[in-house]
């Protein structure tokens, strides 16, 4: 395998943080499309990288460092109480795992970004946006889809390398908000990494003082990325 720090990094200019109000926020970035991309992912995921379209970047922002790459070993997860509520109350969705995704996506997209993230910077919703996490020209993908009465309901974006599934994006249908779909997606995801023989799911970054982002650390036990070594959080 490749060593990650042979990549050519790059560093983005300072902008507007997309998690906490009045910070900051820069981005390491790599772009592995010339190399072995499989593993060479694989390496930048244990390191804190995250995929955007084809690009992979981690924060890196000169007065904070609360961005935490999170991830799960699956064989060792333990659902708690309130997960088997979710996975009980959502036993009538039907699920198909495929590696292809569809037009279809994009009008449950639209209603899950118009009604649940108005405000937000993915608004409105694109095609050329959702791109971002359903495409990628050097890797591949797995895409949970969740039907209910035959309905698409919920999908959940997930890259694949060999010890791991990353978790990428999911959205569902914004009516069904009682049904904790987004929850639902992740205990699903670590099923699917279980039944690939896959040693862990990636959540991308767990950050405490972003209500948006810290429901990750609810998934126990997880290993967090923090100084450039993983450590476990059990509790």
């Not at 990353?166 to 009682?178: I, M, N, Q, W």
């Not at 990494?193 to 970054?205: E, F, I, T």
């Amino acid at each position: 395998m490749s060593d990650v720090y042979q990549l050519k990094l790059g560093l983005t200019g300072e902008f507007a943080c997309s998690y906490i109000p009045e910070r900051r926020e820069k981005l390491l970035m790599v772009h592995p499309k010339e190399q072995n991309c499989s593993e060479v992912y694989q390496q930048l995921m244990d390191k804190g990288f995250r995929r955007g379209g084809d690009n992979a970047y981690r924060p890196h922002c000169p007065d904070c460092s609360d961005c935490h790459s999170i991830r799960i070993d699956v064989s060792e997860f333990v659902a708690s109480k309130s997960q088997k509520r979710t996975l009980a109350k959502n036993k009538d969705i039907e699920l198909v795992v495929t590696n292809r995704s569809t037009p279809q996506y994009f009008e449950l997209y639209s209603r899950y970004i118009s009604q649940r993230h108005a405000s937000g910077s993915m608004y409105p919703p694109t095609r050329e946006t959702l791109s971002t996490f359903t495409e990628c020209s050097w890797l591949e993908r797995q895409f949970i889809e969740g039907y209910l009465d035959k309905e698409l309901v919920s999908v959940a974006v997930c890259d694949s390398v060999d010890n791991a599934l990353s978790a990428v994006y999911t959205f569902f249908e914004p009516t069904l908000a009682k049904q904790s779909l987004g929850q639902f997606n992740i205990l699903q995801q670590i099923a699917l990494a279980k039944q690939l023989n896959k040693r862990y799911l990636y959540l991308g970054y767990q950050i405490d003082d972003c209500d948006a982002m810290n429901y990750k650390k609810n998934y126990r036990p997880n290993e967090r990325f923090i100084e450039e070594q993983w450590i476990k959080f059990k509790k």
